[in-house]
């Protein structure tokens, strides 16, 4: 059973609006991603870091930001949400080194900007 | 990061093997090569990985070419929660690499 959570699982906010997705995990992982996904299309990394105080972008581009000042935990923010942020967002966590690389998902938030 | 081709689907009949291909011509000597799969309205989970030699779990099995240019996932005997879509990765993960999910192949299973 993977421990990591994300809340909240749905979200519906208005346009201009601050949020803060939150992901954590217990696992004791140093790599965290977030993905981004929209219905039947693949899953683009939008955010990654290989540990505390260390953040990259991911491969898509992204109006959001991240932070990572505890190993269990890498929210997402947006700072004035859009209709174009509708999408669902999934964190996963990792270890390092070649044994326990095995990513873990959490369940995802669906955001829904009116 | 390495890049990948893989089908865009394919078909299965129930208890029957499966193999999923996998092109990855352009992998560095120390790329991993994982498979991951996600499940209709569920986030990805992890299938199996290897770096040379063939892998086994109790998931699945893993091909992995002598030149590593291209690998097989094997699902031995496909069931309908086999249903998804399969992703090959190569990634430097243990230093560092990122996963960076591609198309996939979506697996459809008949009964």
């Known amino acids: 059973e993977a421990d990591i959570y994300q809340t909240p699982r749905y979200l519906v906010i208005g346009t201009g609006k601050k949020i803060t997705l939150e992901c954590s995990q217990t696992?004791?992982?140093?790599?965290m991603y977030w993905y981004q996904q929209d219905p039947g299309m693949e899953l683009h990394l939008i955010h990654y870091?290989?540990?505390?105080?260390?953040?990259e972008k991911g491969d898509l581009s992204s109006e959001s930001t991240v932070s990572r000042i505890r190993t269990e935990h890498f929210p997402l923010t947006l700072e004035s949400a859009r209709p174009s942020h509708t999408s669902q967002y999934l964190c996963?966590?990792?270890?390092?080194?070649?044994?326990?690389?095995?990513?873990?998902f959490g369940q995802g938030t669906r955001l829904t900007v009116v | 990061d390495a890049k990948t081709t893989q089908p865009n689907s394919m078909e299965s009949n129930e208890e029957e093997p499966v193999h999923l291909p996998c092109n990855h011509s352009?992998?560095?000597?120390?790329?991993?090569i994982h498979w991951y799969r996600q499940l209709p309205s569920q986030g990805p989970e992890y299938v199996i990985h290897?770096?040379?030699s063939n892998v086994n779990n109790r998931m699945a099995s893993l091909a992995i070419a002598e030149d590593r240019k291209s690998s097989t996932l094997i699902l031995h005997r496909a069931t309908l929660r086999d249903a998804a879509v399969y992703y090959c990765?190569?990634?430097?993960?243990?230093?560092?690499?990122?996963?960076?999910f591609g198309q996939g192949t979506e697996l459809s299973v008949k009964p």
């Open positions: 290897g770096l040379t």
């Open positions: 996963a966590s990792s270890g390092s080194g070649t044994v326990n690389t095995e990513a873990f």
């Open positions: 352009t992998i560095s000597g120390t790329d991993y």
């Open positions: 990765i190569p990634s430097l993960y243990n230093q560092g690499g990122k996963l960076i």
């Open positions: 870091s290989y540990g505390v105080n260390s953040t």
């Open positions: 696992m004791g992982h140093d790599k």
